[in-house]
Each structure stands twice: as structure tokens, then as C-alpha cells.
């Protein structure tokens, strides 16, 4: 999934300062599953802003949604008769929301309530963490499923470099070496000699490096 | 054993500190609360395991909010006792109303109430 | 994905790769000894040129880090081209964090043409370590696809597209290895895998602890890799026990045995520093016997001054002219 992480409320704050009427938009995709900007969160923040509006006695008006996916044009749809009852909207959604809305409403403002940080998964109860670069050339199934692009440091091809430590990337002592863990698996396997060659440089135009990316399915499109 | 502890201090029941949320305790505070804490059981003695210790990492993350905008964090506290101590029960009570009363009134009053 | 096949790389026997001073100490059979230089954090031109009188006579190459430890400093390819007006000889270090392969190609063709004949090649410390923490990294390629890079333009005249290169660089290249990073049974592997790359001499990470690279260098010589590469063993001379315990526990792939520190320790007060040369010496004096090791890379980090000294004490004088 898309992973997130809320904004300070400073941020927020400063964001909506001048607004009396806002609408706090929540997504039930990605972001409902990492906690970040599901109904739940949604309340928290619309009640949080309250408070600190209140504290600097200018009240605010805040009402919350949350819909199905801020990235679908035909949920962004459904707010079509309420989207303009407000000074300005601030979306809990993946870094896709606010511009899929601010493309749908051309005449409403949409603020970011959320930085969106990685492609990943929770590894234990409130714990996310990275697995994709999303470089549009997969090639985990040479590194026994595990990405080196996206997990490495350096996105080594050829590591584990010089500052490999027990296991540890040289970073931080809660990074993993990626390049430890592809090595350790295919000592274990006896495939060593996967790892034994010079792998020709990756090609990034289908990364971001390429421009704006684009995905088109003929059988789909009308 | 009858024990006195503030009658400002208003006593909602839940089968389980697990019950509390973040939105219990930041509604109380945006409702005009001068203060909220949770009393639950001691760690270790969650009837249902950890509901006490989950919701004193919610009680850290209300405090949290309440630090980034501006309002002392110890309007909010948890704190851990057994249902047999009714003695240590008065005790906090008095102990979290003094500590309000010298914190003052809540900075979060709606405008009709101020 | 392609396979590249380093076999392609290997020129005739008797016609230099570069004709640079190292490679032929190197080839000649003499024990190689090179230094290390780090340019100013500025353009402070008149401090450089004086690390410069230090090092010059004293080692065969001098080895001009590029922005090390992610720490911004004058640029490794002017800093090597000043050098050579000062005649001394620089290994050029590039690293892969801060350069595209675009700025990586040009670069080399600009320091051939400058008349640099020595480089080597790098990932580059993680940017988080240095005074730019902010800043975006590159690694378009890494360390072995970088000397694959280098080598295939000296010895196929080709740039990475297949295009011909009108004045192809002959530069004679190297590549750092460090035995003491984890996975240790790894690093002989990886260092195979780089001298398969194309590497035509290696520099080693500053060497303490003595058990484990004499481990390393007989998995080294059991694979034959030392008939196929130059390996310079890294010697950086501790200043205290202080440092010696920093060394150890705040660098990553760094190994600093107990025994050397309480080594330090011992030595009587104000002579640490004469202590951390003693064992240096002794490293250089077993390296020389050492089956495998064909030269010193000795670092020594803001201590360019104590080089003439150590080696002459290391019987290193003179050194040999090819």
C-alpha cells in the first residue's frame, strides 16, 4: 500500500488559518489501512484543529467525509453538490487525492494533511515500513524476492557495500542490509554464484528519472 | 469505607480502559474539560491482557496533540489502580483536581460559553 | 538483463593499461606504496600544495578523495589535476552518490584529458554522514558497474550506449574492498566480482585487526585473485586510543580489536601516537612478506605530515623510478 504519516498540526494549522469553514476529507483506501487518513483519523484531526481554533478563540467549522478512494474520478464525484459549501478542503489521502480533486474542482482550494512517504507494508502492529521503489523494472526474482533498488541505501546492484555492519545498513542501526539478507539466503541456498556477475546498468526511463508515468490498458480504455 | 474525592470530577464507567479512545479524550477537551485522566488497572492485571496498556499509548498520543498545539499535555493523564483501592482512587482524584486548579481553566472554551 | 563479459577487458600482457607511475611500480614487481590526500573544504589552494610536499617522493600515487565521508571539499578531478602540475601522481577517486552516468563519463574523459592516468572507483559514504544530509543521492550506477564503466571505455573505446569515444581514457583503475564489512565469507566473492568487473589494483579499508586479514587473504590467494588484480593493503596510523575506540565503534565496517586499544592505552603519556606508528611499521613489515599483497595504501587522515617519516621508517626509500 501507499504509506503516510500526518502532518504536524503547526502545519495544518498554518495551512487553514485563514479559513472559518472547512471540510476534512478522509479515503478509505490506502491510507484507511496504514491509520493515517481513515474515518478514525479524520475525527481525531477535524477535533484537534477544533481545539487549537478554539484555544486562539476563532472558532472553525469543520466537517468530515471520508470517501472510497480520493484516486477514482467517480468517487471523487459524490462530492460534487458539497464540495463548494466550504472555504477549503484539506484531504487525508496519499499525495493522488488532493490532486485528483484539485483537477475535479477547479474552483476549490485542497491542502495536504498527509506526507506520503513509500510503497510498503506493516510489518508488525504500527510499524510500516518500505519494499518498493516503484521503478517500473522488477527484478526481485534475482535477489530471492528481496528489492535491492528500494531497500538499500545506495540501491546497489552489487552490494553489500563496505559499511554493512551484522546485519545493519551503515544508516541507521534500525535499517536492515538489504544486501546481507540476499547474500545470507543465497549462501543458505547454494546459489551463490547468481550474485557472481556484473549485472549490465539498469535502464531508469520506465523510473520516474523517465518523466511522468502513464499506464494504458487497451482493453479497458473507451 | 466512605471517601470523599472533588465533586467536579465526573466518573464515566467502561468495562475495560481498552474501551477509551482518542476521540473520548480529545472530545472531553474540546467540549471545555479542564482536564481528563483514565484510571485503569494495574499493569500487568488487564482482565482482558492489555486493554490498559494500549490505552496509555493513547493517552501519550492525546498529550502529544495537545503539546503541538499549545495546551499543558497534564490536562490529561492516565494512571493505574486496582478496584480495591478505593483509598489510592480519592488520592489521584485530589491529586489530578489540584493539579488542574493550578493549571487553571481549560484555553478551549467555545465562544457562547466564554 | 545482459551478462557483461569482463574477459573482453583483459589487454595483451606487456602493453600498459595507462602507463601511469603505479602501474608500472607495479608491474615492475616492486612493493607499491601510495597515500591519500584530501582536498580543502574550499578552494584553499596554498593548503592542498602543502599536504602536496608531504606526500611528494615519498609514495608512488596519490589517491585524491572525492568528497569523503559525504563531506563537501574542492572537487577530486581539480584538486588531482593540481597535483600533477606539482608532479605528483593522483588516483583520482569518483564515487557514484553524487554523479549521473552522464556527469560520470564526462568526468573521466575530463580527467584523462587533464592527464590523470589513476582512478578509482567508489559508491561513496551515505550522504547522511556528511554536512549535506538533505541532499538528494544519485546512484544511477554503483561501484562495479562504475569500474565496468571505466575499463570498457579504455579497452573497448566505447562509451556505455556503444558509441565510439573519439580519444578513448587510458586510465588504470582501482577499486576499494573491504574484509572486515559484513558478510565477511561474502567479501572474497565480492572483491572477485569486481576484479571480474574489470579492477586492475585494490585498495583494502584501513586494516587493524591482523587475524582476520590474514583469513581473507588466504581465501584471496586460494582463489588465485592476486595473479589477476594489484592489492594494496589500507594502513591508517592511530593517533590515540581515543581514536582508536571512536574508529571502532562509531564506523561502520570498521574492526578495531580490544587488544589495540589497550595497546594504545598502555603506551606511556604523550606516546600513543609514536605507539600507533610502531604498529603500523609492523603492519607494513608483515604486508611485505604477506603472499598476496603487492603494495601499502597508507591513509593517513589530516596527518599528511607524519607520511615522510613513516616511510622512511618503513624502509619504503626510495622509492623505486620505472
Not at chain 3, 25 to 41: D, I, Q
Not at chain 3, 188 to 199: D, E, F, P, Q
Request: charge should be neutral; hydrophobic fraction near 40%.
Amino acid at each position: 500500500m501507499i504509506v503516510a504519516d500526518r502532518k504536524s498540526l503547526e502545519e495544518i494549522l498554518s495551512m487553514i488559518k485563514d479559513y472559518k469553514n472547512i471540510m476534512v476529507l478522509g479515503c478509505k483506501g490506502c491510507v484507511t489501512v496504514c491509520n493515517v487518513g481513515g474515518e478514525k483519523e479524520v475525527s481525531i484531526l477535524a477535533s484537534a484543529l477544533r481545539i487549537a481554533r478554539q484555544k486562539e478563540g476563532r472558532e472553525i467549522n469543520i466537517d468530515t467525509k471520508v470517501i472510497e478512494r480520493q484516486c477514482d474520478n467517480e468517487y471523487v464525484a459524490q462530492l460534487k453538490e458539497t464540495v463548494g459549501n466550504y472555504e477549503a478542503v484539506v484531504s487525508m489521502a496519499c499525495g493522488v487525492g488532493p490532486q485528483f480533486l484539485s483537477e475535479a474542482y477547479r474552483e476549490q482550494k485542497f491542502y495536504p494533511a498527509v506526507n506520503t512517504t513509500f510503497f510498503g507494508g506493516a510489518v508488525t502492529h504500527g510499524i510500516w515500513e518500505e519494499r518498493c521503489a516503484g521503478c517500473g523494472t522488477c527484478i526481485i526474482h534475482d535477489f530471492d524476492g528481496l528489492c535491492p533498488v528500494a531497500r538499500c541505501a545506495k540501491s546497489l546492484l552489487h552490494g553489500p557495500c563496505g559499511g554493512s555492519s551484522k546485519g545493519k545498513c551503515e544508516i541507521s542501526k534500525e535499517t536492515i542490509c538489504i544486501w546481507d539478507s540476499i547474500v545470507s539466503k543465497k549462501m543458505e541456498q547454494g546459489r551463490l554464484n547468481d550474485l557472481l556477475k556484473v549485472r549490465a546498468v539498469k535502464d531508469w526511463r520506465t523510473a520516474r528519472d523517465g518523466g511522468p508515468r502513464r499506464s494504458i490498458r487497451e482493453e479497458l480504455t473507451q | 469505607m466512605r471517601l470523599s474525592y472533588p465533586s467536579n470530577i465526573k466518573v464515566i464507567q467502561v468495562p475495560c480502559t481498552g474501551r477509551v479512545d482518542i476521540l473520548h479524550l480529545l472530545n472531553a477537551i474540546e467540549n471545555g474539560a479542564d482536564g481528563v485522566y483514565v484510571a485503569g488497572c494495574l499493569e500487568g492485571e488487564c482482565h482482558y491482557l492489555t486493554g490498559n496498556i494500549k490505552t496509555r499509548k493513547k493517552v501519550n498520543y492525546v498529550k502529544k496533540i495537545l503539546q503541538e498545539i499549545g495546551i499543558e499535555p497534564e490536562r490529561v493523564e492516565m494512571f493505574s489502580l486496582s478496584s480495591a483501592m478505593g483509598l489510592k482512587f480519592a488520592e489521584i482524584a485530589r491529586e489530578m483536581n489540584e493539579k488542574i486548579k493550578t493549571l487553571g481553566p481549560t484555553p478551549v472554551r467555545k465562544k457562547e460559553a466564554a | 538483463m545482459s551478462e557483461i563479459n569482463s574477459e573482453n577487458n583483459v589487454k595483451p600482457e606487456g602493453d600498459f593499461k595507462s602507463g601511469s607511475n603505479l602501474e608500472k611500480v607495479l608491474r615492475a614487481g616492486h612493493f607499491a606504496f601510495t597515500g591519500e590526500c584530501g582536498p580543502p573544504k574550499g578552494a584553499n589552494v596554498h593548503h592542498l600544495v602543502e599536504k602536496f610536499h608531504h606526500l611528494k617522493g615519498n609514495v608512488d600515487a596519490v589517491n585524491i578523495t572525492d568528497n569523503q565521508t559525504a563531506v563537501v571539499r574542492m572537487s577530486s578531478l581539480a584538486a588531482s589535476h593540481l597535483m600533477i602540475d606539482h608532479g605528483l601522481e593522483p588516483n583520482f577517486q569518483m564515487v557514484c552518490r553524487d554523479r549521473n552516468r552522464l556527469a560520470i563519463t564526462s568526468d573521466i574523459l575530463g580527467a584523462y584529458a587533464l592527464g590523470i592516468r589513476n582512478m578509482l572507483c567508489l559508491s561513496g559514504d551515505h550522504q547522511s554522514f556528511g554536512n549535506h544530509p538533505e541532499a538528494k543521492n544519485v546512484h544511477d550506477i554503483d561501484s562495479m558497474q562504475l569500474i565496468n564503466l571505466v575499463t570498457t571505455m579504455r579497452d573497448k573505446e566505447e562509451f556505455l550506449n556503444g558509441e565510439k569515444i573519439d580519444v578513448a581514457p587510458k586510465l588504470f583503475v582501482g577499486a576499494a574492498c573491504n574484509p572486515f564489512a559484513d558478510p565477511f565469507e561474502y567479501r572474497v566473492y565480492r572483491l572477485a566480482n569486481k576484479i571480474a568487473a574489470g579492477a586492475d589494483f585494490i585498495q583494502t579499508q584501513c586494516i587493524y585487526n591482523m587475524d582476520k586479514f590474514r583469513t581473507f587473504m588466504k581465501q584471496v590467494v586460494d582463489m588465485g585473485l592476486h595473479e589477476k588484480c594489484y592489492i594494496l593493503a589500507g594502513v591508517t596510523p592511530m593517533k590515540s586510543a581515543r581514536m582508536a575506540s571512536f574508529m571502532g565503534k562509531m564506523v561502520p565496517g570498521m574492526d578495531v580489536p580490544e587488544s589495540l586499544i589497550n595497546r594504545l592505552k598502555g603506551a606511556e603519556k604523550g606516546k600513543q601516537a609514536e605507539e600507533g606508528i610502531k604498529f603500523a611499521l609492523e603492519q607494513i613489515e608483515e604486508f611485505k612478506e604477506m603472499k598476496g599483497v603487492a603494495g601499502v595504501h597508507l591513509m593517513a587522515i589530516e596527518w599528511e605530515q607524519m607520511v615522510p617519516e613513516i616511510a622512511e621508517r618503513a624502509g619504503m626509500l626510495p622509492r623505486p623510478v620505472v
